[in-house]
């Protein structure tokens, strides 16, 4: 079996899964490594889906630097670069990958990843957290989505209605301060990413992203790295012999 198909097999069977998992999320049913390779990475912070041929549509620029680029390696078409596995579309997408307008959008600096908009801006996708569809905010398994919208755009919003005193007093979940733990904190006290070094080489070439495990089934080009990581050493030594010249 392909390993394609078999993740349109896995796919179909997390879209069936319970509703109570549904309404929060299904990353929790196909684990950690599904997004994240220990051993074969394609991007930074070990990620092992990587999309490489979307655009931004909104300003032509490339998903470098944003985690976009990794959520849409599963997220979007296989046509524009991703598994196939419940896409969303760009172009029909709140726009991401610029510096929000503050005429529009209050948006704190620490919901922003580096100073621009990205998914994580509004997800917060590990399974700790259990927000519909992995909001960073409570909204009644959606049934009260304002709850969500009025985070940054709190003019728009009837903040009383909502039992809400301010946008500063609203809770925002987020899993990646691992010394205080997987919980909500105030909008402008939260952290929603963690500035590691890139300290790895990303194996390979990912032709084709797919959300099945890849201890289980590493593909090919694993086995084929584009760069050979002792060229360095090897080009730095200088040939030795035991022979005299004549």
Known sequence: MKVSKLGEIVSLIVLMSSSLLYAAGPHGAITCLACHSAHFAVDDKIFSVKNKKMINPRNGASLEGLVAKNCLGCHEVEQFGGAGIRPVHLHTTHPIGMKPNPKIADVPENLLKDGKLDCI??????????????????????????????????????????????????????????????????????????????????????????????????????????????????????????????
Request: net charge positive.
């Open 121 to 246: 801006s509004c997800h917060e996708a590990h399974p700790s957290n259990n927000n519909f569809m992995y909001l960073r905010v409570k909204t009644d398994k959606g049934a009260n989505i304002q709850n969500f919208c009025v985070t940054c755009h709190s003019a728009k919003g009837d903040m009383k209605a909502m039992g809400i005193e301010d946008a500063s007093k609203i809770k925002v979940f987020s899993a990646m301060d691992q010394e205080k733990g997987a919980k909500s904190f105030l909008r402008d006290e939260v952290k929603i990413h963690n500035k590691t070094p890139s300290y790895i080489t990303p194996l390979g070439k990912n032709n084709t992203n797919d959300m099945v495990p890849n201890y289980q089934n590493q593909p090919d080009w694993v086995y084929a790295p584009e760069f050979n990581p002792l060229d360095k050493v090897e080009k730095s030594k200088k040939p030795t012999t035991d022979k005299k010249p004549k």
